[in-house]
Each structure stands twice: as C-alpha cells, then as structure tokens.
C-alpha cells in the first residue's frame, strides 16, 4: 500500500468512542482526533480478514479514489494508517447515519427531500465522473447523512477511475443496470441508471423492479418492466424524471448535469452543500 499522508497517524491519536457499525471485515467507531478535538469515524479492517476473502487490491483502490474526492457529498476519506493487525481509515462523521433507516422510518420521502437528495447524489456524481470515477454501487445502503441532513457518498469499494468500457460485474440487485446484468461491457451511465432506481426508491418506499427472487428481478430489469402505481404523492415531473434516467439504453440515459436543470428537480429541489464553508475550517484543523 502507498504511504498514508501522514506516516506517523496511530490509534494512540484518538480517543475512541462508541462502536457505529459493522462489516464484513471489521468495525466502525466514533472518534476524536486529540489534538484537534476533530470528531471522525474510524473504520477497522482486519488484515486477517482482508487476506481472507482477498480483499487487499479492493481496498488498496477504494482508499486510493476516495482520498482524492472532495465534495459535500461525497464522505471524506481524511486519512488512514495501519499497524500489525488493522488498517484504519480516517473518514469523516456522517452523524445521521444511514438514510437506508431513515427512509425505512418515514416509509417514503416528500418529492422535495426526494428531489434535494436526487439534486445532491446528481452534483457529487457528476464530480466523481469528471475525475473518471465510477462508483458503480450507488444504493440506499451506501449513502449517510451528516448532522444537517446533508446526503453523502459512502462506501467506493466497487468504484474505478477509467474511461474504457468496464466488464466487472458488480452492484447490487435491484440497482443493477440493463447492460450489467447482459455483460456487454459497462460505462459511467450505470451511475446515472442507479440514480434512478434511488429516486423511485424516495418517492415510493421501495425500488421499481424489485421481486422475491432474484431471477425474477434480473427479467424484469431486462424487460424494462417498469411502472408506476398511482399515488397522489408523486408528480407526473418526477416520472418524467424517473423515465428519463431509467433507460435500456445507456447513451440516451439522461446526463446528470440534465438531471440538475429537469424541471421537478429546479421546482422541488432545496439548496444543498449550504455548509461548505464551515466544513473546510474544520478539515483545516484536522489534516
Ligand atoms: P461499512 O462497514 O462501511 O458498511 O459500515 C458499517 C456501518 O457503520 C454503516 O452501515 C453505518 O451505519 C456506519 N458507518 C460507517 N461509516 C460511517 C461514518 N463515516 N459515519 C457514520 N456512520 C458510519
């Protein structure tokens, strides 16, 4: 692994809070950094469980692209460090949790939450594709709130920096896109698929082609089976939308810089990145 940016970060540097979550290859605590009495969320891997699945090359790329993304929405990866047994990642506290168990709470989200959130994911993953990042795993489970509410990017472990056309299946299920499950080679447009199927997901508590089983579910992807049951609480402005995004095929899948200008998103969206500034003083103060 390249060198952390500050070689000599150790446990010893924080105290250590309560535990937040739990992976597959380890655990996520609450922190503070002791110098700057900078708040953080310490994630433990286990190398013994990296070496395990083999898991190492995953990692090494996930902590190398989101350690160069900076945007509101996207959760900073401050720094990491390793010792003996663990690596840790410095990253930055998303006090709200995961909007997976907001949006089971709530059972669905206003079309103006709806439309922030959908405005929000379209900014941050408009970023991450001019950098030539694809996160390729957009889902509910992978986006956290911060103390305001703000929506952010968890979680690059499927994620690549490439222009070429990419074979690797990857993605969950219900989010996957047409040309992902056929295996015909894949580009940034699985990004905006899953944009998508999240923002059908807000408005109406659960994704558009989701099934009890799996198979079912890859058939009604591939037939484009996609309908919207009637509710008063969904405009015909966030179909459009929704229609628009979710499209075979991936060329004509609505860009998300038109994502930014559609008319549901301009007439619902609230402002977002409002706490900019104030998150950069406190990044000053910790790095
Ligand atoms: P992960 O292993 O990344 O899936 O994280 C497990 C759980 O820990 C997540 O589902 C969140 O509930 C929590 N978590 C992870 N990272 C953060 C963070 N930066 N801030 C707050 N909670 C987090």
């Known amino acids: 692994m390249a060198a952390p940016a500050r070689q000599e970060w150790s446990m010893s540097d924080f105290e250590i809070g309560k535990h937040i979550g739990g992976g597959k290859f380890g655990k996520v605590y609450l922190a503070r950094e002791k110098q700057s009495g900078y708040v953080v969320a310490l ?14 090359d995953h990692l090494r790329r996930e902590i190398k692209i989101q350690q160069a993304l900076d945007h509101p929405n996207v959760l900073r990866l401050f720094t990491w460090f390793h010792d003996e047994d663990r690596v840790v990642l410095v990253l930055e506290y998303a006090a709200r949790g995961e909007l997976y168990k907001v949006l089971q709470t709530a059972g669905r989200f ?19 594709h001019k950098k030539h990042v694809i996160h390729r795993d957009i889902k509910l489970e992978n986006l956290l709130l911060d103390i305001k509410g703000q929506i952010k990017i968890a979680d690059f472990g499927w994620a690549v920096q490439s222009n070429a056309k990419r074979h690797t299946f990857c993605g969950t299920i219900d989010y996957l896109a047409p040309e992902m499950i056929k295996g015909t080679g894949h580009d940034r447009a699985v990004d905006n698929w899953a944009l998508g199927i999240l923002c059908y997901e807000f408005l109406y508590g659960s994704p558009p082609f989701q099934v009890e089983d799996l198979e079912n579910t890859l058939r009604r992807i591939l037939r484009m089976d996609l309908t919207f049951p009637s509710t ?9 939308l929704i229609s628009k995004l979710l499209v075979k ?38 790095i």
């Open 110 to 128: 206003t079309e103006r939450t709806a439309a922030t959130y959908v405005a929000s994911l379209a900014d941050a993953l408009a970023y991450c």
């Open 43 to 56: 994630k433990v891997i286990y190398k013994e469980k990296l070496e395990k699945y083999g898991f190492h």
């Open 249 to 286: 095929d991936s060329s004509k899948r609505l860009s998300l810089e038109d994502v930014m200008k559609h008319p549901w998103i301009k007439k619902n969206a609230g402002p977002s990145g409002s706490c900019i500034k104030q998150r950069e003083v406190k990044k000053a103060k910790f």
């Open 232 to 240: 008063p609480y969904v405009s015909s402005g966030a179909k459009d």
